[in-house]
């Protein structure tokens, strides 16, 4: 079975910092890969998604994450951190059409921006 | 616009006192889901319903029930919670089943057991 690991759970930046957050993934063969976060009191938003093709794929907020298939990563990357990105941010991977297809997330990690 | 709401955002409830929570979409998602959030953990999916096909994750207690009475409403009911149930609860709606589909994720309901 497919597993995700964020191995930080709490990673703290100043504003305008560069950020990267860790995600590394078990599976056999190249899974589709998604990176959500949650700010406080809402639901899980979608910020990007790999499938397939180019291995930096950018997203919404002004973020992006590149897939490194010799290192099973999928790091999500901004260059310069806002205040309104103080969420939590999940990577999660789905296997592709064959395996069980649902979404299985990493344990998150927190975001805290300092001014 | 809200697209995925869920009722209530706060929940609290007796040990073993049944409870229902409520998540509705206007998306018209053929695929809804259910998903627990405990403090510090992953999502995990509890089921899924694609239409009105209901589908059971292998490891979801049997005290863990849902209803999709429509389309756009979806129940989650735990019939006895226990303190082990405390948890955030997601629901979420895609418009297939499928890896490749984006979910859509509505706040979340803190489930509170006493």
């Known amino acids: 079975a497919q597993s995700v690991t964020q191995p930080d759970i709490h990673i703290t930046v100043s504003e305008g910092a560069s950020l990267e957050l860790r995600c590394n993934y078990s599976y056999g063969a190249t899974p589709y890969l998604f990176w959500y976060v949650q700010s406080p009191g809402q639901g899980l938003q979608l910020l990007l998604k790999y499938f397939s093709g180019d291995t930096l794929v950018q997203g919404i907020k002004g973020f992006e994450a590149e897939f490194k298939r010799s290192q099973s990563s999928f790091n999500l990357r901004k260059p310069s951190v806002h205040w309104s990105d103080a969420a939590e941010y999940f990577c999660?991977?789905?296997?592709?059409?064959?395996?069980?297809?649902?979404?299985?997330f990493g344990k998150g990690t927190k975001l805290t921006v300092n001014p | 616009d809200a697209m995925v709401i869920q009722n209530p955002r706060y929940q609290v409830t007796q040990f073993g006192k049944p409870v229902t929570l409520s998540c509705s979409q206007t998306l018209n998602h053929n695929v809804m889901y259910w998903y627990q959030q405990k403090s510090s953990q992953a999502p995990k999916l509890l089921f899924h319903?694609?239409?009105?096909?209901?589908?059971n994750e292998a490891d979801t207690p049997d005290n863990f029930q849902s209803r999709r009475p429509n389309t756009s409403f979806c129940f989650l009911d735990i019939r006895s919670p226990g303190l082990g149930d405390a948890a955030m609860y997601l629901c979420?709606?895609?418009?297939?089943?499928?890896?490749?589909?984006?979910?859509?994720f509505g706040p979340g309901t803190r489930l509170t057991v006493l």
């Open positions: 319903y694609y239409d009105k096909d209901f589908n």
């Open positions: 979420a709606t895609s418009r297939e089943w499928g890896g490749t589909d984006t979910q859509y």
């Open positions: 999660a991977v789905a296997t592709p059409q064959g395996g069980s297809e649902k979404l299985v």
